[in-house]
Protein backbone atom coordinates (compact mmCIF):
# COMPACT_ATOMS: atom_id res chain seq x y z
CA UNK A 1 0.00 0.00 0.00
CA UNK A 2 1.25 3.31 -1.01
CA UNK A 3 1.80 5.63 2.29
CA UNK A 4 1.25 9.09 2.07
CA UNK A 5 1.76 11.35 5.52
CA UNK A 6 1.83 14.78 6.18
CA UNK A 7 3.08 16.06 9.24
CA UNK A 8 0.31 17.33 11.08
CA UNK A 9 -3.19 16.74 10.38
CA UNK A 10 -4.03 20.53 12.03
CA UNK A 11 -2.23 23.67 12.85
CA UNK A 12 -2.67 27.25 13.65
CA UNK A 13 0.02 29.99 13.18
CA UNK A 14 -0.37 33.53 13.21
CA UNK A 15 -0.18 36.17 10.43
CA UNK A 16 3.41 36.97 9.16
CA UNK A 17 4.87 33.55 10.36
CA UNK A 18 6.76 31.15 8.36
CA UNK A 19 4.81 27.65 7.95
CA UNK A 20 6.03 24.57 6.52
CA UNK A 21 4.05 21.50 5.92
CA UNK A 22 5.69 18.33 5.13
CA UNK A 23 4.82 15.50 3.21
CA UNK A 24 6.62 12.25 3.08
CA UNK A 25 6.06 8.92 1.11
CA UNK A 26 7.03 5.95 0.90
CA UNK A 27 6.49 3.51 -2.50
CA UNK A 28 9.70 5.78 -4.45
CA UNK A 29 7.30 7.37 -6.85
CA UNK A 30 8.39 10.59 -8.57
CA UNK A 31 5.71 13.12 -8.86
CA UNK A 32 4.62 14.84 -6.04
CA UNK A 33 2.07 17.62 -5.97
CA UNK A 34 0.90 20.05 -3.40
CA UNK A 35 -3.14 21.05 -3.67
CA UNK A 36 -5.47 23.46 -1.30
CA UNK A 37 -9.11 22.84 -1.00
CA UNK A 38 -11.67 25.81 0.08
CA UNK A 39 -14.91 25.23 0.21
CA UNK A 40 -16.96 25.61 -3.29
CA UNK A 41 -13.85 26.19 -4.82
CA UNK A 42 -12.46 22.62 -5.20
CA UNK A 43 -9.04 21.08 -4.95
CA UNK A 44 -6.16 23.62 -6.43
CA UNK A 45 -3.00 22.80 -7.65
CA UNK A 46 -0.33 24.89 -5.71
CA UNK A 47 3.19 23.41 -6.69
CA UNK A 48 4.18 20.28 -8.11
CA UNK A 49 7.53 18.52 -8.87
CA UNK A 50 8.76 15.23 -11.14
CA UNK A 51 12.17 14.79 -9.45
CA UNK A 52 14.14 15.87 -6.85
CA UNK A 53 15.14 19.52 -7.02
CA UNK A 54 12.65 20.11 -9.77
CA UNK A 55 9.17 22.08 -9.16
CA UNK A 56 6.70 23.59 -11.11
CA UNK A 57 3.88 25.96 -10.73
CA UNK A 58 0.72 24.81 -10.44
CA UNK A 59 -2.04 27.11 -10.54
CA UNK A 60 -2.31 29.21 -7.50
CA UNK A 61 1.23 29.59 -6.71
CA UNK A 62 1.84 32.51 -5.06
CA UNK A 63 2.61 33.16 -1.68
CA UNK A 64 3.50 30.14 -1.55
CA UNK A 65 7.18 27.72 -2.57
CA UNK A 66 8.13 24.47 -2.60
CA UNK A 67 11.44 22.16 -1.84
CA UNK A 68 12.25 19.01 -2.96
CA UNK A 69 15.58 17.84 -1.30
CA UNK A 70 15.22 14.19 -1.90
CA UNK A 71 12.92 11.87 -3.42
CA UNK A 72 10.59 11.10 -0.54
CA UNK A 73 10.06 14.65 0.80
CA UNK A 74 8.01 17.09 -0.67
CA UNK A 75 7.69 20.46 1.16
CA UNK A 76 5.63 22.99 1.17
CA UNK A 77 6.60 26.87 2.19
CA UNK A 78 4.38 30.06 3.00
CA UNK A 79 6.95 32.54 3.44
CA UNK A 80 4.80 35.25 4.97
CA UNK A 81 1.70 33.62 6.30
CA UNK A 82 -1.68 35.16 5.73
CA UNK A 83 -5.41 34.91 6.86
CA UNK A 84 -6.36 33.90 3.43
CA UNK A 85 -4.25 31.12 3.18
CA UNK A 86 -6.32 29.29 5.76
CA UNK A 87 -7.20 26.36 4.30
CA UNK A 88 -7.24 22.33 4.02
CA UNK A 89 -3.70 21.45 2.27
CA UNK A 90 -3.47 18.22 0.55
CA UNK A 91 -0.11 16.29 -0.77
CA UNK A 92 -0.37 13.87 -3.20
CA UNK A 93 2.06 11.24 -5.01
CA UNK A 94 2.04 9.79 -8.22
CA UNK A 95 4.33 6.82 -10.51
CA UNK A 96 6.32 8.58 -13.31
CA UNK A 97 5.75 6.18 -16.39
CA UNK A 98 3.21 5.14 -18.64
CA UNK A 99 2.56 8.83 -20.22
CA UNK A 100 1.22 9.85 -16.67
CA UNK A 101 -2.04 7.82 -16.80
CA UNK A 102 -1.26 7.05 -13.62
CA UNK A 103 -3.72 7.64 -9.98
CA UNK A 104 -2.78 10.31 -7.77
CA UNK A 105 -2.58 8.65 -3.80
CA UNK A 106 -3.09 11.69 -1.50
CA UNK A 107 -2.02 12.48 1.74
CA UNK A 108 -4.89 13.07 5.09
CA UNK A 109 -4.68 16.54 4.95
CA UNK A 110 -3.39 19.44 6.70
CA UNK A 111 -6.09 21.87 8.02
CA UNK A 112 -4.10 25.48 8.51
CA UNK A 113 -5.55 28.35 10.29
CA UNK A 114 -3.91 31.37 10.54
CA UNK A 115 -5.30 33.96 12.39
CA UNK B 1 -11.40 26.76 -17.20
CA UNK B 2 -14.03 23.56 -15.80
CA UNK B 3 -13.12 20.92 -17.93
CA UNK B 4 -16.24 18.71 -16.83
CA UNK B 5 -19.85 19.59 -15.41
CA UNK B 6 -20.84 17.26 -13.02
CA UNK B 7 -24.50 18.22 -10.62
CA UNK B 8 -23.69 19.27 -7.15
CA UNK B 9 -25.02 16.95 -5.29
CA UNK B 10 -27.30 13.89 -5.86
CA UNK B 11 -29.08 11.04 -3.28
CA UNK B 12 -29.27 7.17 -3.52
CA UNK B 13 -30.91 4.70 -1.71
CA UNK B 14 -28.67 2.32 -0.11
CA UNK B 15 -28.57 -1.33 -2.08
CA UNK B 16 -29.46 0.43 -4.96
CA UNK B 17 -27.03 1.75 -7.74
CA UNK B 18 -26.15 4.90 -7.60
CA UNK B 19 -25.27 6.45 -11.45
CA UNK B 20 -23.31 9.83 -11.19
CA UNK B 21 -23.15 11.56 -14.76
CA UNK B 22 -20.21 13.87 -15.89
CA UNK B 23 -20.31 15.75 -18.91
CA UNK B 24 -16.85 16.44 -20.86
CA UNK B 25 -17.94 17.81 -24.06
CA UNK B 26 -14.68 19.48 -24.86
CA UNK B 27 -12.51 16.05 -24.52
CA UNK B 28 -9.49 15.63 -26.94
CA UNK B 29 -8.28 12.81 -28.08
CA UNK B 30 -5.10 11.72 -25.49
CA UNK B 31 -7.21 12.70 -22.38
CA UNK B 32 -8.27 10.03 -20.23
CA UNK B 33 -11.01 10.33 -17.64
CA UNK B 34 -10.47 9.53 -13.50
CA UNK B 35 -13.34 9.49 -11.15
CA UNK B 36 -11.87 10.37 -7.59
CA UNK B 37 -14.06 10.49 -4.25
CA UNK B 38 -13.21 12.41 -1.11
CA UNK B 39 -15.67 10.99 2.15
CA UNK B 40 -15.14 13.91 4.93
CA UNK B 41 -12.24 15.00 6.17
CA UNK B 42 -9.83 12.77 4.27
CA UNK B 43 -8.11 12.48 1.13
CA UNK B 44 -9.27 11.97 -2.38
CA UNK B 45 -9.01 8.26 -3.04
CA UNK B 46 -8.90 6.78 -6.65
CA UNK B 47 -11.82 5.13 -7.98
CA UNK B 48 -11.20 4.11 -11.85
CA UNK B 49 -10.40 5.77 -15.55
CA UNK B 50 -10.49 4.98 -18.54
CA UNK B 51 -9.63 6.48 -22.39
CA UNK B 52 -12.94 5.14 -24.65
CA UNK B 53 -14.17 1.32 -23.57
CA UNK B 54 -15.92 0.86 -20.32
CA UNK B 55 -14.22 -0.20 -17.31
CA UNK B 56 -14.78 -1.94 -13.92
CA UNK B 57 -12.90 -2.75 -11.02
CA UNK B 58 -13.67 -3.83 -7.70
CA UNK B 59 -15.26 -0.25 -7.19
CA UNK B 60 -17.29 0.61 -9.73
CA UNK B 61 -17.76 0.91 -13.50
CA UNK B 62 -17.27 3.52 -15.79
CA UNK B 63 -19.23 3.87 -18.70
CA UNK B 64 -17.90 6.74 -21.29
CA UNK B 65 -19.74 7.25 -24.19
CA UNK B 66 -19.19 6.65 -27.76
CA UNK B 67 -18.65 10.32 -28.14
CA UNK B 68 -16.64 10.49 -25.24
CA UNK B 69 -18.47 13.70 -24.51
CA UNK B 70 -20.10 12.35 -21.06
CA UNK B 71 -19.23 9.37 -18.82
CA UNK B 72 -21.20 8.17 -15.76
CA UNK B 73 -19.47 6.37 -12.59
CA UNK B 74 -21.55 3.48 -11.69
CA UNK B 75 -21.80 2.18 -7.72
CA UNK B 76 -23.74 -1.13 -8.23
CA UNK B 77 -24.71 -1.48 -5.09
CA UNK B 78 -24.25 2.06 -3.03
CA UNK B 79 -23.40 1.85 1.12
CA UNK B 80 -23.80 4.62 3.74
CA UNK B 81 -20.02 4.25 3.26
CA UNK B 82 -19.95 5.39 -0.16
CA UNK B 83 -21.51 8.95 0.93
CA UNK B 84 -18.41 11.22 -0.09
CA UNK B 85 -18.00 13.95 -2.40
CA UNK B 86 -17.16 12.50 -6.27
CA UNK B 87 -15.11 13.89 -8.45
CA UNK B 88 -14.61 13.68 -12.26
CA UNK B 89 -11.85 14.41 -14.02
CA UNK B 90 -10.09 14.62 -17.58
CA UNK B 91 -6.40 14.63 -17.80
CA UNK B 92 -3.88 14.52 -20.97
CA UNK B 93 -1.82 11.33 -21.18
CA UNK B 94 1.41 12.82 -23.22
CA UNK B 95 2.80 15.56 -21.15
CA UNK B 96 2.58 16.16 -16.90
CA UNK B 97 -0.52 17.38 -16.50
CA UNK B 98 -2.09 18.07 -13.30
CA UNK B 99 -5.41 17.30 -12.39
CA UNK B 100 -7.95 20.08 -12.15
CA UNK B 101 -10.64 18.22 -9.63
CA UNK B 102 -13.38 21.02 -9.67
CA UNK B 103 -16.43 21.00 -7.23
CA UNK B 104 -17.44 17.01 -7.89
CA UNK B 105 -20.82 15.78 -6.73
CA UNK B 106 -21.84 15.21 -3.10
CA UNK B 107 -23.47 11.61 -3.26
CA UNK B 108 -25.74 11.19 0.00
CA UNK B 109 -26.50 7.46 0.17
CA UNK B 110 -30.07 7.18 2.33
CA UNK B 111 -30.63 4.19 4.88
Known amino acids: DVKVTQSSRYLVKRTGEKVFLECVQD?????MFWYRQDPGLGLRLIYF???????EKGDIPEGYSVSREKKERFSLILESASTNQTSMYLC??????????????FGPGTRLTVL | DAKTTQPPSMDCAEGRAANLPCNHSTISGNEYVYWYRQIHSQGPQYIIH???NNETNEMASLIITEDRKSSTLILPHATLRDTAVYYCIVRASNTGNQFYFGTGTSLTVIP
Open chain 1, 92 to 105: ATEMSGRAFVNEQF
Open chain 2, 50 to 52: GLK
Open chain 1, 27 to 31: MDHEN
Open chain 1, 49 to 55: SYDVKMK
